[in-house]
């Protein structure tokens, strides 16, 4: 059963990440792309993953700026899809140090096929209270 939309991506995801995650957010601002998901692992390790069907070229590009603001970044595709991805952009993503996982559309479990490297390009690290703090704001506007 293949995936239709890329919100079909979290629930893996998320289950793959809830017995080490501390919290995890969803669509978290950060510059001016949209992380999808923003693990924070028990021991405040930041984790952002990018969730994508199809189109690695931007998904790359999103990745790039998580690492400005997260320890780790991944970008997540479906398993069939991953083959191509590894084929055009290994490389990229190894110098990059972003990982991949690959989520299988039948059992719908998630694998890691590249690890990520810790960020070397932090530029402020995002917090946990901030994201809560933001979200509140946003929430507030919008009953206002």
């Not at 790359?60 to 400005?68: F, H």
């Not at 991805?85 to 993503?93: N, P, Q, T």
Request: with cysteine; glycine share 2%; charged share 30%.
């Amino acid at each position: 059963m293949s995936f239709n939309y890329e919100h079909e991506l979290i629930k893996p995801v998320y289950t793959h990440f809830a017995s080490t995650a501390e919290i995890i957010f969803y669509e978290v601002p950060i510059g001016f792309c949209r992380a999808d998901m923003i693990v924070f692992q028990k021991d405040n390790t930041s984790i952002a993953i990018e969730l994508k069907l199809a189109d690695w070229k931007k998904a790359l590009i999103q990745a790039q700026n998580y690492q400005l603001a997260t320890d780790f970044v991944y970008l997540a595709f479906p398993f069939s899809k991953c083959e191509l991805v590894l084929k055009r952009a290994k490389e990229k993503l190894r110098h990059k140090g972003i990982g991949l996982f690959s989520v299988d559309e039948e059992t719908r479990k998630v694998s890691e096929v590249l690890a990520a490297k810790k960020s070397t390009v932090l530029f402020g690290r995002l917090s946990k209270k901030e994201i809560i703090n933001r979200k509140k704001r946003v929430y507030q506007r919008k009953r206002l």
